[in-house]
Protein backbone atom coordinates (compact mmCIF):
# COMPACT_ATOMS: atom_id res chain seq x y z
CA UNK A 1 0.00 0.00 0.00
CA UNK A 2 1.16 3.34 -0.82
CA UNK A 3 -0.79 6.51 0.13
CA UNK A 4 0.36 10.09 -1.18
CA UNK A 5 -0.63 13.66 -0.29
CA UNK A 6 -0.35 16.14 -2.09
CA UNK A 7 -0.27 19.94 -1.04
CA UNK A 8 1.17 23.01 -1.97
CA UNK A 9 -2.31 23.98 -4.19
CA UNK A 10 -4.03 27.63 -3.54
CA UNK A 11 -4.53 31.13 -5.74
CA UNK A 12 -2.02 32.48 -7.96
CA UNK A 13 -2.45 34.91 -10.57
CA UNK A 14 -1.39 34.34 -14.52
CA UNK A 15 2.49 34.51 -14.67
CA UNK A 16 3.07 33.51 -11.05
CA UNK A 17 4.05 30.33 -9.62
CA UNK A 18 3.11 27.52 -7.25
CA UNK A 19 5.10 24.14 -6.24
CA UNK A 20 3.25 21.39 -5.76
CA UNK A 21 4.43 18.53 -3.44
CA UNK A 22 3.15 14.94 -3.73
CA UNK A 23 4.98 13.18 -0.28
CA UNK A 24 4.25 9.11 -0.12
CA UNK A 25 3.98 6.96 2.93
CA UNK A 26 3.86 3.38 3.48
CA UNK A 27 6.52 2.25 1.02
CA UNK A 28 9.61 4.02 -0.97
CA UNK A 29 8.96 5.52 -4.13
CA UNK A 30 12.02 6.10 -5.41
CA UNK A 31 12.49 3.42 -7.78
CA UNK A 32 8.54 4.07 -9.54
CA UNK A 33 7.21 6.18 -11.99
CA UNK A 34 5.48 8.91 -11.21
CA UNK A 35 2.79 11.17 -12.65
CA UNK A 36 1.11 14.37 -11.92
CA UNK A 37 -2.59 14.24 -13.66
CA UNK A 38 -5.10 17.15 -13.21
CA UNK A 39 -9.09 17.56 -13.96
CA UNK A 40 -10.68 20.76 -14.51
CA UNK A 41 -14.42 21.29 -14.08
CA UNK A 42 -16.42 19.45 -16.83
CA UNK A 43 -13.37 18.14 -18.65
CA UNK A 44 -11.53 14.80 -18.28
CA UNK A 45 -8.66 14.17 -16.31
CA UNK A 46 -5.73 15.01 -18.36
CA UNK A 47 -1.66 14.14 -18.23
CA UNK A 48 0.04 16.49 -16.76
CA UNK A 49 3.79 15.35 -16.36
CA UNK A 50 5.75 11.87 -15.15
CA UNK A 51 9.13 10.71 -13.98
CA UNK A 52 10.68 7.75 -14.57
CA UNK A 53 13.13 6.03 -12.99
CA UNK A 54 16.15 9.17 -11.39
CA UNK A 55 15.59 12.00 -14.55
CA UNK A 56 13.43 10.76 -17.17
CA UNK A 57 10.79 13.28 -17.63
CA UNK A 58 7.32 14.19 -19.70
CA UNK A 59 5.42 16.59 -19.84
CA UNK A 60 2.23 17.50 -21.67
CA UNK A 61 2.52 20.14 -24.70
CA UNK A 62 0.70 22.38 -22.59
CA UNK A 63 2.88 23.02 -19.63
CA UNK A 64 6.58 22.05 -21.47
CA UNK A 65 8.67 24.61 -20.90
CA UNK A 66 6.31 26.09 -17.90
CA UNK A 67 6.22 22.92 -15.62
CA UNK A 68 9.27 20.86 -14.19
CA UNK A 69 8.30 17.68 -12.20
CA UNK A 70 11.54 16.51 -9.55
CA UNK A 71 12.15 13.69 -7.19
CA UNK A 72 13.58 14.01 -3.63
CA UNK A 73 14.27 10.28 -2.89
CA UNK A 74 15.57 11.42 0.91
CA UNK A 75 11.81 12.62 1.63
CA UNK A 76 9.89 10.19 -1.10
CA UNK A 77 8.40 13.26 -2.35
CA UNK A 78 7.80 14.08 -5.88
CA UNK A 79 7.53 17.82 -6.98
CA UNK A 80 5.55 19.74 -9.36
CA UNK A 81 7.13 23.50 -9.93
CA UNK A 82 4.72 25.28 -12.08
CA UNK A 83 5.44 28.93 -13.26
CA UNK A 84 4.28 31.19 -15.94
CA UNK A 85 0.38 30.14 -14.89
CA UNK A 86 -2.53 30.60 -16.61
CA UNK A 87 -6.07 30.57 -16.21
CA UNK A 88 -6.41 27.26 -18.05
CA UNK A 89 -4.07 25.71 -15.48
CA UNK A 90 -7.06 25.88 -13.38
CA UNK A 91 -7.77 22.20 -11.39
CA UNK A 92 -7.00 19.65 -9.21
CA UNK A 93 -4.13 18.19 -9.80
CA UNK A 94 -3.36 14.68 -8.36
CA UNK A 95 -0.43 12.58 -7.96
CA UNK A 96 0.01 8.92 -8.74
CA UNK A 97 2.23 5.92 -8.49
CA UNK A 98 2.96 2.88 -10.36
CA UNK A 99 3.91 0.78 -7.69
CA UNK A 100 4.59 -2.21 -10.29
CA UNK A 101 7.35 -1.45 -12.21
CA UNK A 102 10.08 0.98 -12.31
CA UNK A 103 9.62 1.62 -15.79
CA UNK A 104 6.51 2.13 -17.55
CA UNK A 105 6.16 3.46 -21.31
CA UNK A 106 2.07 4.33 -21.07
CA UNK A 107 3.28 7.01 -18.34
CA UNK A 108 0.60 9.16 -19.45
CA UNK A 109 -2.18 7.00 -19.12
CA UNK A 110 -4.14 7.22 -15.56
CA UNK A 111 -4.77 3.34 -16.28
CA UNK A 112 -1.16 2.78 -15.89
CA UNK A 113 -1.05 4.27 -12.36
CA UNK A 114 -2.38 1.93 -9.10
CA UNK A 115 -2.34 4.75 -6.27
CA UNK A 116 -3.77 7.84 -6.35
CA UNK A 117 -3.39 10.89 -3.51
CA UNK A 118 -6.31 13.29 -3.26
CA UNK A 119 -5.48 15.92 -4.99
CA UNK A 120 -4.91 19.58 -4.28
CA UNK A 121 -6.87 22.69 -6.00
CA UNK A 122 -4.84 25.10 -8.27
CA UNK A 123 -6.96 28.39 -8.93
CA UNK A 124 -5.34 30.78 -11.48
CA UNK A 125 -6.75 33.94 -12.10
CA UNK A 126 -6.50 36.31 -15.27
Known amino acids: QVQLVESGGGLAQAGGSLRLSCAAS????????MGWFRQAPGKEREFVSA???????YYADSVKGRFTISRDNAKNTVYLQMNSLKPEDTAVYYCAVNSRAAYITRYYSGDDYDYWGQGTQVTVSS
Open 26 to 33: GRTVRQYS
Open 51 to 57: IIGSSTT
